[in-house]
C-alpha cells in the first residue's frame, strides 16, 4: 500500500509523522504534493522520507490511498485536475472541513463510475499517536476500505466512523478543541507566572494538569462533572476558582466556540461550492509561487478587487486570464 497527500501542510506533517511512528506505513511509501516548496512542513516531510513534488497528478499515481489535505476551498479545483486520474484503486479520503462526501463523488463521477471517497475529521495531536478522528463512508466505498482507514487513523490515536451529519460538529469540538486546549494552558501558565512561578514550570504543571484530567476520564466510568467535585473540598481552593470561571461565563463560551467553529465549517462548504477563491485570501508569498505553476489561471483582478477567483492546478487552462 502506498498513501498520497493533495498538499503538505500541518495536517499532513501532523499525519505522516503519526503514521510512521506506529509503523503503520514506511516513510518512502508516501508521496506528498505542494506548490510551495519553501514551507516549514515539506522541510520536515523530506527529512522524514517522504516523496515531495510540485505535482498533484503526479502523487495521484503513485498512491493507494489519497488523502485530501488542503483548504475546503480549494477541494473542487484539485478534483478538476486530479480526475481523470483517479482510478479503481484509488480510495479518496477528504480531511477539508465542510466539504461533503456527495460534492467530491459528484466531481470523480464525470470521470470514474464508482469513485470510492471517505471523508474524515481528525486533529493535530495525531502527532504524538493521541488523534481524535471520526470517519464516513461515500456511496462507493467498501467495506474493507472502512477497515482500512480504521487501521491507520487508529495507529494514531481514537478512531470511530459516524454518519456524515455528525462530522461538522466533531470538527468544532475535536477538530478544533486543540487549539482550545493550547489556548487554556497558555491562560494557566500566565497565572501560574503571576503568582510567581517561572514560566517553564508553570507550563509543565498546566500541561501535565490538563494530561492527567483527560486520562483521568477517560480510564473512569464516571461523568467530568463528578471527577471536578471530587477535586473541590467544601470551602477551599478550587471551589473557589471555579466561581470565577462560572463567573465569567466559561461554560458558555466554550459551548460557543465549539458552536461558531460548526457554523465556520458549513459556510467554508458554501465557499468550496462557489467554486471560486479570492487571490488576498492567500498569502502573498504563496500566491507569487502559485501563480507560476503551469496551468493556475485568475479570473477578475488579481490584485484582489471585485469579484475574482484562483483555479489551482488546472491543466486544462494556464496563464491568467481575464473575465
Sequence with gaps: MSVGFIGAGQLAHALVKGFTAAGVIAAHRITASSPDTDLPTVTGLRKMGVNLTTSNKETVNRSDVLFLAVKPHIIPFVLDEIGPDIEDRHLIVS???????????????????????????????????????VYA?????????????EQLMASVGFCTEVEEDLIDAV???????????????????????????????????????????????????QHPG????????????TIHALHFLESGGFRSLLINAVEASCIRTRELQFLADQERISPAAIKKTTLDKVLQQ??????????????????????RTSGIKKN
Design 137 to 149: 463512508t461515500g456511496t462507493h466505498a467498501e467495506v474493507e476500505d472502512g477497515k482500512l482507514l
Design 294 to 315: 503551469p496551468g493556475v489561471t485568475v479570473s477578475g483582478d488579481a490584485s484582489g478587487n471585485g469579484r475574482s477567483g484562483l483555479n489551482l492546478f488546472n491543466n
Design 226 to 237: 463528578q471527577l471536578k467535585d471530587n477535586v473541590c473540598s467544601p470551602g477551599g481552593a
Design 95 to 133: 480531511c477539508a472541513a465542510g466539504v461533503t462526501i456527495s460534492s467530491i463523488e459528484k466531481k470523480l463521477l464525470q470521470h470514474r463510475s464508482a469513485p470510492r471517497v471517505m471523508r474524515c475529521m481528525t486533529n493535530t495531536p495525531v502527532v504524538v499517536r493521541e488523534g481524535a478522528t
Design 171 to 221: 470538527t468544532g469540538l475535536s477538530g478544533s478543541g486543540p487549539a482550545y486546549a493550547f489556548t487554556a494552558l497558555d491562560a494557566l501558565a500566565d497565572g501560574g507566572v503571576k503568582m510567581g512561578l517561572p514560566r517553564r514550570l508553570a507550563v509543565r504543571l498546566g500541561a501535565q494538569a490538563l494530561l492527567g484530567a483527560a486520562k483521568m476520564l477517560l480510564d473512569s466510568e
